[in-house]
């Protein structure tokens, strides 16, 4: 349990307590083992209890798509390379229709329209290392 250091009238002893109940406690002083009858009974402490508030998985399967609602613009999700770009400029799009696909710690992450609209530009190129945040395409 716990391990503990003296020293009385210059001698040193070395006192590990074993277990504790209620008033009586087993403890070891330089090896030789004693039974300790306490005036009070111990109240044991216990390791504070963590509390985490409850994870809801996503129901998404694919990366979450950040978009400018005002410009259009679609965003990284996470930073990744261009895999594959499946519109050019001029294109129309319609909502869940697959652009491009980025690649993201060894995963592969369709990035998906999210509002119907034509393809006005591509930001990225095939290979391109992209961060999270950067402009993917523009759709008006």
């Known amino acids: 349990m716990k391990k503990y250091k003296f020293t009385i009238n210059e001698v040193d002893y070395s006192v590990q307590i074993n277990n504790v109940e209620d008033r009586t406690m087993e403890v070891e002083v330089n090896g030789a083992l004693y039974t300790v009858l306490l005036d009070k009974e111990v109240k044991q402490t216990k390791t504070p209890l963590l509390l985490r508030p409850i994870a809801i998985p996503s129901t998404d399967q694919g990366a979450a798509i950040k978009t400018d609602a005002k410009t259009g613009i679609i965003r990284a999700p996470l930073p990744g390379t261009i895999l594959d770009i499946l519109v050019k400029p001029g294109d129309s799009v319609s909502i869940g229709q697959r652009i491009l696909s980025l690649e993201a710690m060894k995963m592969e992450n369709t990035i998906e ?14 290979g391109d290392s992209v961060l999270e945040g950067v ?3 523009t759709i008006g």
């Open 113 to 126: 329209a999210d509002r119907c609209g034509t393809v006005i530009e591509v930001k990225v190129a095939k």
């Open 135 to 137: 402009p993917l395409v």
